[in-house]
Nanobody, 123 residues
Framework: QVQLEESGGGLVQAGGSVRLSCVAS????????MGWFRQVPGKEREFVAA????????YYGDFVKGRFTISRENAKNSVYLQMNSLKHGDAGVYYCVAEARGIPASADEYSYWGQGTQVTVSS
């Protein structure tokens, strides 16, 4: 069983930056793709970014447009999401995910989810 714990969310001004972190435990995460989804009330979870096992491959949601960077540090079983130029539309709960099969962009294909960390963007 994989446990994922996010941190780093909070209140940030529009145009500002924040870095989310996720630490995994329970398995050797070098065999898992990891990623981030986000959700706002009333909407479905939205793909943000994913990174392959050795960090050679990364994928981003269309809305990211170069503003976010996903990275991972396998020695620490961690994945990060650096978010820059934040907009009000980026506010939401950000979830860390992990999956052993492929590098999915669909929420349904991820087996493991963290509890989420809230990002609030102020004016």
């Amino acid at each position: 069983q994989v446990q994922l714990e996010e941190s780093g969310g909070g209140l940030v001004q529009a145009g500002g930056s924040v870095r989310l972190s996720c630490v995994a435990s329970g398995r050797d995460m070098t065999t898992y793709a990891m990623g981030w989804f986000r959700q706002v009330p009333g909407k479905e979870r939205e793909f943000v970014a994913a990174i392959g096992r050795n960090a050679a491959l990364t994928y981003y949601g269309d809305f990211v447009k170069g503003r976010f960077t996903i990275s991972r540090e396998n020695a620490k079983n961690s994945v990060y999401l650096q978010m820059n130029s934040l907009k009000h539309g980026d506010a939401g709960v950000y979830y860390c995910v992990a999956e052993a099969r492929g590098i999915p962009a669909s929420a349904d294909e991820y087996s493991y989810w963290g509890q989420g960390t809230q990002v609030t963007v102020s004016s």
